[in-house]
């Protein structure tokens, strides 16, 4: 089993920074071979990929929406990953989730479906 749990979420005006985290924990997490996702849903709307970043190597991968303006790393030794949001716009509102993918190590999947475990989320609201 692996728990998530993410924080950091808050309220800020259109053009401020947040920084989330995602701890993991849990015997099953201890693997390499995996992919730490980013995910936002806001209300009415699908779960929608925000980024990814590999285990093994750090290699990140943005969606076009948050690319240049978000940054995800990851600190090994806390199994904790980070989500840098920057210059945030009104459209970034929503609950961001983290998610581990444990069936690839070098690559990523935007689908939510392929990720495995999931934390309970955290608000992030922009206001104009």
């Known amino acids: 089993q692996v728990q998530l749990v993410e924080s950091g979420g808050g309220l800020v005006q259109a053009g401020g920074s947040l920084r989330l985290s995602c701890a993991a924990s849990?015997?099953?997490?201890?693997?390499?071979?995996?992919?730490m996702g980013w995910f936002r849903q806001a209300p009415g709307k699908e779960r929608e990929f925000v980024g990814a970043i590999t285990w093994t190597g750090g290699r990140t991968y943005y969606s076009d929406s948050v690319k240049g303006r978000f940054t995800i790393s990851r600190d090994n030794a806390k199994n904790t990953v980070f989500l840098q949001m920057n210059s945030l716009k009104s459209e970034d509102t929503a609950v961001y989730y983290c998610?581990?993918?444990?069936?690839?190590?070098?690559?990523?999947?935007?689908?939510?479906?392929?990720?495995?475990?999931w934390g309970q989320g955290t608000q992030v609201t922009v206001s104009s």
């Open positions: 849990g015997r099953s997490f201890s693997s390499n071979n995996k992919v």
């Open positions: 998610g581990v993918d444990f069936q690839r190590s070098y690559t990523y999947t935007s689908n939510a479906r392929e990720y495995a475990y």
